[in-house]
């Protein structure tokens, strides 16, 4: 099951299927802990979940394009995240380790991790055949590389707060983008930006069974909403709280401190201390 592989306490999933309502259907705990379907699986080598979305799926309301993707959830699931990037509002991060696998044929375009508000996407991750790229609310950022070959792993991660989200791929600090966005939310999995009939009846040429696929290999998600991040653009990017998301973890300033059954233990370079 997918649950094995990632956390999955604190998201609901969305696949391009109706669900009652006619809009794309909506997977939440504790029944997401055992599910899987073929938008939604484990990989051949059970080592990443695989996430499917096809250009003539169903959508989410008032979306144009289709998805496969997990919505950041809170309190075991049971109520929608919600926080700020505006100063004061605390240290919001997630870190995505994936691999685009397949992409829609006609238009070969997906977003695969995103910073969502109350209203729209804030800032993402986007893949526009192989250039590979952060996209700020429909606006071309910096691109991470012009040369992505399917199937390569990777690894992005936001941290969000003090009035900006900075940014990084493969560890490597790539920009800050300010913003005050509130209402905040990640978002993870595959986003397909191709549809068969688009808004307006514009006809996009993905024929029915294009679609885009990821497999992500671990998602994590951090929140301190005592500290904001500090202009040190250094990131400790490391697997520790892989499977430690139900309980409160830190990252700042290349430390990271995690809260634990004996107190609190402190992540600085490559030691952990424990007080």
Same mark, same amino acid.
């Given at each position: =099951?997918?649950?094995?592989?990632?956390?999955?306490?604190?998201? &609901?999933?969305n696949?391009? #299927?109706?669900?009652?309502?006619?809009?794309? &259907?909506?997977i939440i +705990?504790p029944? *997401?802990?055992?599910?899987?379907?073929?938008?939604?699986?484990?990989?051949?080598?059970?080592?990443?979940?695989?996430?499917?979305?096809?250009?003539?799926?169903?959508? %989410?309301?008032?979306?144009?394009?289709?998805?496969?993707?997990?919505?950041?959830? $809170?309190?075991? /699931?049971?109520?929608?995240? @919600?926080? @700020?990037?505006?100063? /004061?509002?605390?240290?919001?991060?997630? =870190?995505?380790?994936q691999?685009?696998?397949?992409?829609? %044929?006609?238009?070969?375009?997906?977003?695969v991790?995103?910073?969502?508000?109350?209203?729209d996407?804030?800032?993402?991750?986007?893949?526009?055949?192989k250039? *590979?790229?952060?996209?700020?609310?429909?606006?071309?950022g910096?691109?991470?590389?012009?040369?992505? $070959?399917? /199937?390569?792993?990777?690894? #992005?991660?936001?941290?969000?707060?003090?009035?900006? #989200?900075?940014?990084?791929?493969?560890?490597?600090?790539?920009?800050?983008?300010?913003? %005050?966005?509130?209402?905040?939310?990640?978002?993870?999995? =595959?986003?397909? $930006?191709?549809?068969?009939?688009?808004?307006? /009846?514009?006809?996009?040429?993905?024929?029915?069974?294009?679609?885009?696929?990821?497999?992500?290999?671990?998602?994590?998600?951090?929140?301190?909403?005592?500290?904001?991040? @500090?202009?040190?653009?250094?990131?400790?990017?490391?697997?520790?709280?892989?499977?430690?998301?139900?309980l409160? @973890?830190?990252?700042l300033?290349?430390?990271?401190?995690? +809260?634990?059954?004996?107190?609190?233990?402190? &992540?600085?370079?490559?030691?952990?201390?424990?007080?």
């Open positions: =099951m997918p649950s094995a592989v990632i956390d999955l306490t604190n998201w &609901k999933l696949i391009p #299927v109706a669900g009652n309502n006619g809009f794309s &259907k909506e +705990q029944d *997401l802990n055992g599910y899987a379907d073929d938008y939604f699986h484990v990989n051949t080598a059970g080592d990443a979940v695989v996430f499917r979305a096809h250009a003539n799926g169903v959508t %989410t309301k008032g979306s144009t394009y289709p998805r496969s993707e997990l919505r950041e959830m $809170q309190n075991n /699931g049971k109520d929608k995240a @919600s926080w @700020s990037i505006a100063s /004061g509002g605390g240290t919001h991060t997630m =870190m995505i380790t691999a685009v696998t397949h992409l829609p %044929t006609q238009k070969p375009h997906v977003v991790g995103q910073i969502h508000d109350a209203n996407d804030v800032i993402v991750f986007r893949l526009e055949n250039k *590979l790229f952060i996209d700020h609310n429909g606006t071309a910096p691109v991470l590389t012009n040369n992505y $070959q399917l /199937g390569t792993k990777f690894t #992005v991660q936001f941290v969000a707060g003090g009035d900006g #989200v900075r940014c990084y791929y493969n560890g490597t600090f790539i920009e800050t983008y300010p913003s %005050t966005a509130d209402g905040c939310y990640f978002k993870a999995g =595959m986003y397909t $930006q191709s549809k068969t009939t688009e808004k307006g /009846g514009r006809e996009d040429k993905d024929d029915a069974n294009a679609y885009g696929e990821v497999e992500i290999y671990n998602v994590i998600v951090t929140h301190d909403y005592a500290h904001d991040p @500090s202009d040190d653009t250094t990131s400790c990017l490391s697997p520790l709280t892989s499977h430690l998301s139900p409160t @973890s830190y990252n300033q290349g430390m990271q401190m995690h +809260q634990t059954s004996k107190g609190i233990a402190i &992540k600085k370079g490559c030691k952990i201390l424990t007080p």
